[in-house]
């Protein structure tokens, strides 16, 4: 199973992005699908999970982040509004097939104030 994450970049604080992650190589189509993320020195963190039917936020994102999925396309979205310098980390796809539980290479979003 690959994932394939894009769209990390640096934006300024108040601003947008959209990540994605594109799975593939699995015969089983994917149960949750969605985004963690980790600062340096501290644990990764979930940040919004797209189970089958619907969504876990962590507290610090509701109301400025949203995840969707491209079920046909095995896609998974986070469309982040109103970024703060504290959304700067390296964000992480995970996917979790029957088979497993797979996670991206990440992708750094910084917000410069």
């Known amino acids: 199973v690959q994932l394939v994450e894009s769209g990390g970049d640096l934006v300024q604080a108040g601003g947008s992005l959209r990540l994605s992650c594109a799975a593939s190589g699995s015969k089983f189509r994917p149960d949750d699908m969605g985004w963690y993320r980790q600062a340096p020195g501290k644990q990764r963190e979930l940040v919004a999970i797209?189970?089958?039917?619907?969504?876990t936020y962590a507290d610090s994102v509701k109301g400025r982040f949203t995840v969707s999925r491209d079920d046909a396309k095995d896609i998974v979205y986070l469309q982040m509004n109103n970024l703060k310098t504290e959304d700067t980390v390296v964000y992480y796809c995970y996917v979790r097939f029957d088979c497993g539980k797979y996670w991206g290479e990440g992708t750094q979003v910084t917000v410069s104030s």
């Open positions: 797209s189970h089958v039917g619907d969504s």
